[in-house]
């Protein structure tokens, strides 16, 4: 908890911006994975300086400081479990884009969508996109790593991170890079604290590299008769030559559930969806090699979209999955592993065997083209200790297969105990003793990441 005599000193550093009633403790004692921790305060800094200070408090004081962005995490990183302060970097909306160096300069609070948006408009491209990019923030995404379906061409978000200003948990500010496109002078600090989850560092400015604007983005479809099939025909793709910038992959049961939410027919028992981005004769060109490499493989259907209300109607089917899920079962629990490509067909089966296994309704979709699937679990509040169960079960078998239990959403709370299974004993321990070189009282984001 937080001591009297810090919340005295948090009063007189925030003033308004620093808030103890229950409302605001609410809203804030959650994220994604609806696990709850109430803190004892939220504070809304404004500037970086308010930050440091802050830091500096909770080291005096020994109270735990929770960073947090819009609060749209999947793996519990932003839930103020053991208490203390949430600190919502939302207020800190600092955004320039640079048009001549294709840098944008942001601070934590800005949403993914108006960085996008703001960059289009000037002819840039910032090309990554997690599926919160309407609500989740630029501080957010730094600190989980994000990726979104166009990872697959164009990478996550440290591949576009040029600088960082952070503030450490002495309260000790540092920047590298400050925006130049190369730069490698040093250790690599922007790659240490971007993923670590806001346990290591604050990160309060960044600089993202920006790409030119493709002037041409279309889309296809292609339904097939079961995963094994989509699955061959997607490696067969990639190993082709061709790069699309997305290769999303939707399971039977995530268009059973599709199809009854949006009142349509779909038989199929896998869809890819794919997009494809450049100057108007490389999409041509590139959608034509696509389909001929798809039909090798007797797709069911294989539709281009010719205009931008059939692109939109690709795109459709990916976007209604998860309202429709919610029409499932009320309860979500949702991993995102990473196998192999070639796995992608075993572990697919492996998931439907748990489902049947334990009686429970599972669903799976993704990013075909890096073996990033999200597993969703849909249950009732009985069914949760089963699929617990179910889930220590599938990431023994992701890690026996050679993946990752987590592509995008971080380890956060929910995965803390898988973690050194992962990573081996020697490799954990380094990052442990990282975490504690830099925070020796911890006190930020304290229980995230180690067990």
């Given at each position: 908890?937080?001591?009297?005599?810090?919340?005295?000193?948090?009063?007189?550093?925030?003033?308004?911006?620093?808030?103890?009633d229950?409302?605001?403790?609410?809203?804030?004692?959650?994220?994604?994975?609806?696990?709850?921790?109430?803190?004892?305060?939220?504070?809304?800094?404004?500037?970086?300086?308010?930050?440091?200070?802050?830091?500096?408090?909770?080291?005096?004081?020994?109270?735990?400081?929770?960073?947090?962005?819009?609060?749209?995490?999947?793996?519990?990183?932003?839930?103020?479990?053991?208490?203390?302060?949430?600190?919502?970097?939302?207020?800190?909306?600092?955004?320039?884009?640079?048009?001549?160096?294709?840098?944008?300069?942001?601070?934590?609070?800005?949403?993914?969508e108006?960085?996008q948006?703001?960059?289009?408009?000037?002819?840039?491209?910032?090309?990554?996109?997690?599926?919160?990019?309407?609500?989740?923030?630029?501080?957010?995404?730094?600190?989980?790593?994000?990726?979104?379906?166009?990872?697959?061409?164009?990478?996550?978000?440290?591949?576009?991170?040029?600088?960082?200003?952070?503030?450490?948990?002495?309260?000790?500010?540092?920047?590298?890079?400050?925006?130049?496109?190369?730069?490698?002078?040093?250790?690599?600090?922007?790659?240490l604290?971007?993923?670590?989850?806001?346990?290591?560092?604050?990160?309060?400015?960044?600089?993202?590299?920006?790409?030119?604007?493709?002037?041409?983005?279309?889309?296809?479809?292609?339904?097939?008769?079961?995963?094994?099939?989509?699955?061959?025909?997607?490696t067969?793709l990639?190993?082709?030559?061709?790069?699309?910038?997305a290769?999303?992959?939707?399971?039977?049961?995530?268009?059973?559930?599709?199809?009854?939410?949006?009142?349509?027919?779909?038989?199929?028992?896998?869809?890819?969806?794919?997009?494809?981005?450049?100057?108007?004769?490389?999409?041509?060109?590139?959608?034509?090699?696509?389909?001929?490499?798809?039909?090798?493989?007797?797709?069911?259907?294989?539709?281009?979209?010719?205009?931008?209300?059939?692109?939109?109607?690709?795109?459709?089917?990916?976007?209604?999955?998860?309202?429709?899920?919610?029409?499932?079962?009320?309860?979500?629990?949702?991993?995102?592993?990473?196998?192999?490509?070639?796995?992608?067909?075993?572990?697919?089966?492996?998931?439907?065997?748990?489902?049947?296994?334990?009686?429970?309704?599972?669903?799976?979709?993704?990013?075909?083209?890096?073996?990033?699937?999200?597993?969703?679990?849909?249950?009732?509040?009985?069914?949760?200790?089963?699929?617990?169960?179910?889930?220590?079960?599938?990431?023994?078998?992701?890690i026996?297969?050679?993946?990752?239990?987590?592509?995008?959403h971080?380890?956060?709370?929910?995965?803390?105990?898988?973690?050194?299974?992962?990573?081996?004993?020697?490799?954990?321990?380094?990052?442990?003793?990282?975490?504690?070189?830099?925070?020796?009282?911890?006190?930020?984001?304290?229980?995230?990441?180690?067990?």
């Amino acid at each position: 908890m937080i001591p009297e005599q810090a919340k005295r000193a948090l009063r007189r550093l925030y003033g308004k911006n620093l808030r103890e009633d229950l409302p605001h403790l609410l809203a804030h004692s959650s994220d994604a994975t609806r696990i709850e921790g109430k803190p004892d305060a939220v504070a809304f800094p404004t500037e970086e300086k308010q930050v440091a200070e802050t830091l500096k408090l909770a080291n005096f004081y020994g109270f735990a400081v929770v960073p947090r962005g819009s609060g749209t995490g999947f793996s519990g990183g932003a839930v103020p479990h053991r208490g203390g302060l949430v600190l919502s970097l939302t207020r800190m909306r600092f955004m320039k884009v640079h048009r001549e160096n294709m840098v944008a300069e942001v601070e934590p609070g800005v949403i993914t969508e108006e960085l996008q948006r703001e960059a289009e408009r000037q002819g840039l491209f910032y090309p990554p996109d997690p599926a919160s990019l309407k609500n989740s923030t630029i501080g957010g995404n730094l600190a989980e790593n994000a990726g979104g379906p166009r990872c697959l061409k164009y990478g996550v978000t440290k591949n576009y991170v040029l600088g960082l200003r952070v503030v450490l948990p002495s309260g000790e500010v540092i920047e590298q890079g400050r925006g130049l496109q190369k730069n490698v002078a040093g250790y690599d600090l922007m790659g240490l604290f971007v993923g670590s989850e806001g346990t290591l560092g604050i990160i309060t400015r960044a600089w993202l590299r920006l790409l030119p604007l493709p002037p041409v983005r279309k889309s296809l479809r292609a339904d097939f008769r079961d995963v094994g099939e989509a699955s061959r025909a997607a490696t067969s793709l990639l190993t082709s030559g061709i790069l699309p910038s997305a290769l999303e992959f939707v399971d039977r049961k995530s268009l059973e559930a599709v199809a009854s939410y949006l009142g349509v027919e779909i038989k199929a028992g896998a869809s890819l969806i794919i997009q494809v981005d450049g100057d108007e004769n490389s999409v041509k060109n590139q959608l034509e090699r696509i389909k001929n490499r798809l039909e090798e493989h007797s797709p069911l259907t294989v539709v281009i979209a010719e205009n931008q209300e059939q692109e939109e109607e690709v795109w459709k089917l990916r976007r209604s999955i998860s309202p429709a899920l919610t029409r499932l079962k009320p309860i979500k629990i949702n991993e995102d592993i990473v196998v192999p490509r070639s796995k992608i067909p075993q572990a697919v089966d492996f998931i439907y065997g748990l489902g049947e296994k334990y009686g429970l309704t599972v669903v799976v979709f993704g990013h075909m083209g890096d073996g990033n699937l999200h597993v969703n679990f849909m249950v009732e509040e009985s069914e949760k200790p089963r699929a617990e169960e179910a889930v220590v079960k599938l990431f023994r078998w992701v890690i026996e297969a050679g993946g990752a239990i987590s592509g995008e959403h971080g380890i956060g709370l929910t995965k803390a105990a898988f973690l050194e299974a992962q990573l081996g004993q020697e490799t954990y321990q380094l990052m442990r003793r990282i975490k504690l070189l830099l925070d020796p009282n911890n006190i930020l984001n304290p229980g995230k990441i180690f067990t």
